[in-house]
C-alpha cells in the first residue's frame, strides 16, 4: 500500500532517491505527455492497463522526479495522484517534492502544499523533529531554511501555534535562518494565547540567532509582557530596540504607559506620566489613545483632578476627545461621588462634542446617584432616557430595583418589575436576589418565600440566603 504521511519506522537516514530497481525505469513518454496535457481518465486508464504493481502511483512520481521532469509537471500529477488514488505519500516524496519547488522558486506553491498538509491530521501527528530530519537530507540551507520558514508559518495560521513554536526550535538546533516577518507570526500568536514564557524564549533566540527585529516584533513582545504585568521587562525592551537602533512608536509608549495604568501598583501613574515625558521627549506626540489611556488610568486611581487636568491638554493640543474619553471621567467623577458634575459632563459632551452618551454612560451616573442614596435623581434620570424612547436594559433596571429595595421601597421596585415584564424582558436572578431582600427587610416573609418559589419555578438561580 503508498505509505502513510511520514511514517515513523522510516525515520532514520532518509535519502530521497531509493536503489530500487523500479524508480531507475524512466517513465513512457506518453505518461508524460498526458500529464502535460492533464489528460487524467486517459492517465489513469494507461496505469491501471499497464502496470501490476499496486504502488504505481509512488512508482511513477519516483520515476518523474528521476527523469528529471518538469517541477510544474511534477506538482500536477502529486496533486491529481492524491485526489483520484487516495494516496499518501511518504515523507521522502514529499520533502523532495517540496525541495524542487525551492529550487524553481516556486515559493507560492511550497506555501499551498505546507498549509494543506498542516489541516491533516496525519502530518501533524508526526513529531516535528522527524519532519527536519527529513528536511536536512536533501538541498540546500537556503532552500532548507525557506521550507522551515513556510512550515512555521504553516503551523501557525492553521492554530497550531504549539507545533510553529517546535518548528522554531527545530529551526534553531538544524542552523536554518528564519525571516522575521514569519517570526512576528509566531509571536503574535504566542502572545494572543498568553503563552509569554515562550514569547520571551522566541524573542531572547532571535536576537541570539542574529534574525534582524523590527518594530513589530518589539511591540508584540512589550505588548505580551505588559499583558501579564511584567513592566519592568517591558520596559527594558525599549531599552534593547535603541540600542539596536530601532525607534519606538506611539504604540510601543502607549502600551507601556496603559500597562502601568492597568497592571502597575504603587506610585503607577507616576510611572506612566514619565514614561508620557519620554515619549515626548522622543518627539512623539501624544495621540487620542494615550490620553484615554491616563484619563482612564488617573480615574480608576480615584484622582479625578488629574484626568481632568489631562483632559484639559487633550482638548489644548486638538486631539479628538471621543465618547470613550467622556464615559472614563463621568465613571471617574460617579466614583468619587461628584455626581453634579458628571452631569455637566454629559451635558458638556452632547452640545459641545455632538456625541450621544451611551447605555453604559447612563447606567454609571445612575449607579452613582443609587450608591448615594440618591434613588429619585437616579429615577428622575431613568424616566428621561424612556422618553427620549431609550429603552433600558436589564441592568438599568436591577440597579433602580436594588436601590428601591434598600431604601424600603419595595413598591416602586415592584412597578419597576412589572414595567420590565410589560416590555418583554425577562428579570434575572439578580432582580428576584433583590426583591426578596426587599421583601426580607419590610418584614414580609411570606412574600419573600412565594417569590422565591417563582424565580424557582422560572429555573433560575436559587436566591442567595444572604438576601434573607
Partial sequence: MPGKFFPRNKLGPMPFCFADTATQNVPHNIVVELISKQQWLRLRTHLETTTTTITSPTTVLQQLFDSGADTELVLRYFDWSRREFKVKYTLELICRLLHSLAAAKMYLKIRNLLN????????????????????????????????????????????????????????????????????????????????????????????????ELDLVSFNIVIHGLCKVGKLKEASDVIEDMKSLGVSPDAITYNTLIDGYCKRGKIGRMYRADAILKDMVESGIPADEFTFNILIDGFCKDRNVLAAMKVFDEMKNQGVKVSLITYSSLINGLCACGKLDEAIALRNQMITCSGLKPDFITHSVIIKGFCKQKMVDRARELFDDLVKQGMVPNVVMYNTMIDAYCKSRRTEDAFA????????????????????????????????????????KNKGLIKADLVTY
Fill in 116 to 211: 494543506g498538509f498542516v489541516k491533516d491530521e496525519s502530518f501533524c501527528s508526526v513529531s516535528v523533529s522527524s519532519i527536519f530530519r527529513a528536511f536536512s537530507s536533501c538541498g540546500g540551507d537556503h532552500d532548507r531554511s525557506r521550507i522551515a520558514d513556510m512550515l512555521m508559518v504553516a503551523y501557525v495560521k492553521n492554530m497550531r501555534p504549539h507545533l510553529g513554536f517546535e518548528a522554531f526550535k527545530r529551526a534553531g538546533e538544524y542552523g536554518l535562518k528564519l525571516s522575521v516577518v514569519s517570526c512576528n507570526h509566531l509571536l503574535n500568536a504566542l502572545v494572543k494565547g498568553s503563552e509569554i514564557v515562550g514569547a520571551e524564549y522566541v524573542y531572547k533566540e532571535m536576537r541570539n540567532r542574529k534574525i
Fill in 416 to 455: 419597576l418589575h412589572d414595567s420590565m415584564l410589560e416590555r418583554g424582558m425577562l428579570p434575572n436572578a439578580a432582580t428576584y436576589n433583590s426583591l426578596i431582600a426587599g421583601l426580607c427587610s419590610e418584614g414580609d416573609t411570606e412574600g419573600a418565600k412565594r417569590l422565591e418559589n417563582v424565580s
